[in-house]
């Protein structure tokens, strides 16, 4: 069992273990591991695997025809889906009584160049159930199309759908038993920069210095990553230079409609269009202010690019492709990557805390205010209010946490504790208690 993974592996073993035929969804990003959970959890049992390709309808069934024909299958001249899905069925099985497992990988290319696809694989299914019994699984990277197109493509037939689970980020402590050759301060770094998407840590080499990693994976002509970002671009969306066009002016701290309309000339109706297609690929996110007595104090309508690499991408490639071209890599790091680094670790830092907050709390949020931020704030299960602040570098001044108290009184929230994460704690600092105006911060390590 993959670690971080035991939930997908119980919600497909649960539908294993059931003597009926199963369908089931399976999606997320791309890289999240979505087929390497599914390859774990097929491994000694009956399975069949294919992918599905970009193609018209006859070439996809000339393509997995092919695929069965080079495992010795024998078929007709030109077979139809029931004749695949029966050899599919046939090859490879484990005994008559065994359940055989289907795995479809980016089954949206079935459904997008024939809808009935779907229907006939459900009629498959059906009448398959007098012989043996069947767990289909379909993998898709294209979220936005399974949350908001794929019921109307399929119809009714969704009715039939057994389950259907969204693969999320790992998270860090998860990654950290994936990948434990970096040392934490590379690993936090690494995850301000990917985040959670264990597929681009594979890029990143252990052994070799973070700046080396980041330049041959995002500044170098042929850096995998750089190609990455264009790709998930170009692939999903039409028109990719509006779409770069917001992504930049988000990149640069434009987070409202109006600013975003004022520095792009967009319409306003063009420009919550194309955000919302962008939230769609989970690459933006619209911001919401945990509910605190202070709403009025709070902002709205707040967005933010929510992909760790597409927003180092634009913040730190796209705004200086000129120097990037003309500058060696090295110098081109010490001048615009090596401050920014500074940003996304203490992003990455905030996230953690949040991970580790989130299993002791029943509520958690954070609040956006026209003064600052509170990052994370909420009431524990034991029913104590807390508001918490990170600070993955340095201890914060006297005059950072009296910042902190006049945000949560904008915020008019009023908590049992106030928490402050940091690594770095000075030596000044013995005591793990700081007042200040009678409210004490609590000073907590998570990493060491």
Known sequence: MIIGREAEWNFLNSHYQSE??????LYGQKGLGKTAILKDFAHNKASFYYQARACSEKEQRIQWGR????KGVSLSQDPGYEELLDKSCSEDNNGPKSKKILIFDEFQYFVKSDPSFFSELLQFVKDSRTLKSIMVVLISSAVGWVENTMIAKIGRSALALSGLWKVREMKYDGLRHLYPEFTDSEAVAIYGILGGNPGLWKTFMPGQKLEENIAQNLLEPSGRLKQEVDSWLSEELRETAVYRTILAALACGLTKLNDIH???????????????????????????????????????????????????????IFPNQSALELLPTDEFYSVYVKDAIYDFEEQAYEKICREYLKEQCEEL??????EGKLPLLGRKKNGKSFAAFTHYHTIPSSEELLKYLQILRKAKWE??????????????????????????????????
């Open 20 to 25: 009926e035929s199963r369908i089931l969804v």
């Open 67 to 70: 695929e069965l024909m080079q």
């Open 262 to 316: 004022a520095h792009t000339g967009f319409s306003r109706a063009k420009i919550s269009v194309y955000l919302k297609n962008l939230m769609e690929l989970e690459l933006v996110d619209k911001l919401s202010s945990y509910e605190t007595p202070g709403y009025t104090n709070s902002q709205k309508g707040i967005y933010q690019i929510s992909h760790p690499l597409v927003s180092f991408y634009f913040r730190v």
């Open 365 to 370: 949020g954070e609040w956006w205010g026209k």
């Open 415 to 448: 908590p049992d504790e106030c928490i402050l994460f940091c690594e770095q704690q000075q030596e000044a600092l013995e005591s793990n208690v700081i007042e200040i105006k009678k409210v004490p911060f609590l000073i907590k390590t998570i990493m060491k």
